[in-house]
């Protein structure tokens, strides 16, 4: 069972930087990415949003195998600034797991 850790909820809602609420989990972005990364951004931004840290930090590989191409957020429906959000969680974990 996956745990809510309210601290990275809070972190990531002060952060301004991480918005995928908009986010209809449509699919399309896991459909056009060039990597053919199928977590990114659907279920991962859904572990961001409800604070599930464990989630997120288990798939650091995925995140950092993300280009930040864009190719998804272009196509995203809702106007998900996934690279940004991408970003922000690579940040996150430098601060958190490697202490950059």
């Known amino acids: 069972m996956a745990r809510v850790n309210p601290e990275f909820a809070g972190a990531v809602k002060e952060s301004k930087a991480f918005n995928a609420s908009a986010c209809m989990n449509c699919g399309v972005c896991s459909a056009v990415c ?5 977590l990114l951004p659907r279920k991962l931004f859904r572990y961001v949003l409800l604070g599930i ?5 288990a798939n650091v590989e ?6 930040l191409c864009k190719m998804c957020e272009v196509n995203c429906p809702a106007s998900v600034h996934i690279a940004e959000n991408v970003r922000f969680l690579r940040h996150y974990i430098n601060k958190k797991v490697y202490q950059l």
């Open 34 to 38: 060039h990597m053919g990364i199928e």
């Open 53 to 57: 840290e464990e989630k997120v930090l």
């Open 62 to 67: 995925t995140i950092y195998s993300c280009l």
